[in-house]
Structure formats: C-alpha cells, structure tokens
C-alpha cells in the first residue's frame, strides 16, 4: 500500500557526514509526521527525528546540533543530514511513515568507525 525505500547508508569515519534519504511511494502530505529511527546491534530501536505535516521538527537530545530532518514535497522525500558523526551513531536507520498506522522502510546501515 505505502512504500518507503531508504538510501544514503554507508560507512564513515568520525567527524564526518552523510545525509540519507526516505522515498515514499505516495505524498508526504498523507502522512501525519515522517521520522527516523535507529537501532544498534543488541539495543531497542529509538527515535532520532521527527517532522510534522506543519514542518516542525524534533530531535533526540543525543543527535541535537548534529542531525537535521528536512523534505522536499516535490520529490516524496525526507531526509537525515547528519554532521559531526561518532561511533556511537552507528546503527540500522529506519524511515517511518505514521497516518492511521506506522509504515516502515527497510533499513539502511550506518557505520562510524576509524
């Protein structure tokens, strides 16, 4: 019904940035808010960012003044610009879609590492 496909994973070293991108199969607009989530091996998935239909935006205190969710409407898209990366992000990110249910992407994998 809804798809999301995740790209923009890859391996970095620390102090670097990437910047991934969730495509969605229809409008963003039909969705309440779009976020990312990450979840690292052994660990629960949590939530990193959120943006509402309004273009607000909300962060996890642990990825303030490094990350930025933004959209671009035209394209379907939503994205994570991370900055100042460090080990610690490391994890699977996952781009979630909320209207009356939770639609899910796949996953892509982030590694900060030496």
């Known amino acids: 019904q809804v798809q999301l496909v995740e790209s923009g994973g890859g391996l970095v070293q620390p102090g670097g940035s990437l910047r991934l991108s969730c495509a969605a199969s229809?409008?963003?607009?039909?969705?309440?808010?779009m976020r990312w989530y990450r979840q690292a091996p052994g660990k629960e998935r949590v939530l990193v960012a959120t943006?509402?239909?309004?273009?607000?935006?909300d962060y996890a205190d642990s990825v303030k003044g490094r990350f930025t969710i933004s959209r671009d409407t035209a394209k379907n898209t939503v994205y994570l610009r991370m900055n100042n990366l460090k080990p610690e992000d490391t994890a699977v990110y996952y781009c979630?879609?909320?209207?009356?249910?939770?639609?899910w992407g796949q996953g892509t994998q982030v590694t900060v590492s030496s």
């Open positions: 979630n879609a909320a209207t009356t249910r939770d639609y």
């Open positions: 229809r409008s963003i607009f039909l969705f309440n808010a």
């Open positions: 943006i509402i239909s309004a273009g607000i935006t």
